[in-house]
């Protein structure tokens, strides 16, 4: 079995570690949530910081896991109100793709997986959770050669192969739960940034470095109707040095290392919110022997 890329790796660490510490939390908190509801409704704010303030790391657990939660529901429901935006777009400029397109597609294993759209700016991108397909605009399919448009196909079926714009729907979601955790938003960006070099590697392989050059240069981030929803594009926004320096080169460069200070308050975020469960937890188990 294949090694998996630094991109699919970073995106396996993102979703690994925040599901270990959410799991944790919600193991340590169980009970949590209804215990202090219920001190809420007997005595009011008060008996929060009765007996000491015992129960104010329960109070404190239980508005960290409303509040995540909100975010996460919040994040969803703009998510997909984002996709169907986007599907009616698509819908509206749908264009029938010619034979080159076509044709060239069906190389890279995309047959009825790329859809053509009406516009005058020249971009490509892969949309779609559970069959994910390529967007293509005809200003992009008229300005390539043939050796060109293979080479945006190439990076782009890489995308549909990994399905990376469900994973970035899990990682926006991931991230906007976690918030208290910023370390994670430099993982995810990792895993977008690794996916499109990784996307890059394939271009090169079946078409070469001048084809993968001469596309970028002419390729545009998706549009701005588009920019919402979770896509992989050609002309990502994402380290353009990096990517350049693997074309010249050949090799993956090495990612930045993460801020010291999202790694400093991600940590200490992450010990006070354990710290407040276990205290909850022997709080709750007191309470409830009270």
Partial sequence: MARPDSGNRSFLLLVGSAAAFRVTLMLLACC???????????????????????????????????????????????????????RRMLRARAAAPDARVSRIAARFGLTGRVRVVDDEDPYAFTHGYL??????????ARALDDAQLSAVLAHESAHVRGRDPLKVLVARLVVSREFHLP?????SARFVAGRELAADRRALRACGAGAVAGALLRVLGPPDWARSTPAAAMAADSDLRARISQLETGVEPCPPPAPRGWTLVSLLSG???LAAATQAYVVVQWYCGM
Avoid at 131 to 140: D, E, I, Q, T, Y
């Fill in 183 to 187: 370390l994670l938003r430099h993982v």
């Fill in 131 to 140: 069959r994910p397909g390529v967007v293509l605009s005809v200003a992009l």
């Fill in 32 to 86: 949590v949530v209804g215990v202090v509801g219920s001190r809420l409704l007997a005595d009011g704010p008060s008996g929060l910081w009765a007996h000491g303030g015992r129960m104010l790391p329960a109070a404190l657990l239980a508005a960290l896991i409303v509040v995540s939660t909100g975010a996460l529901a919040v994040r969803a429901v703009r998510e997909a109100r984002a996709d169907i935006a986007l």
């Fill in 271 to 273: 010990v006070l919110v």
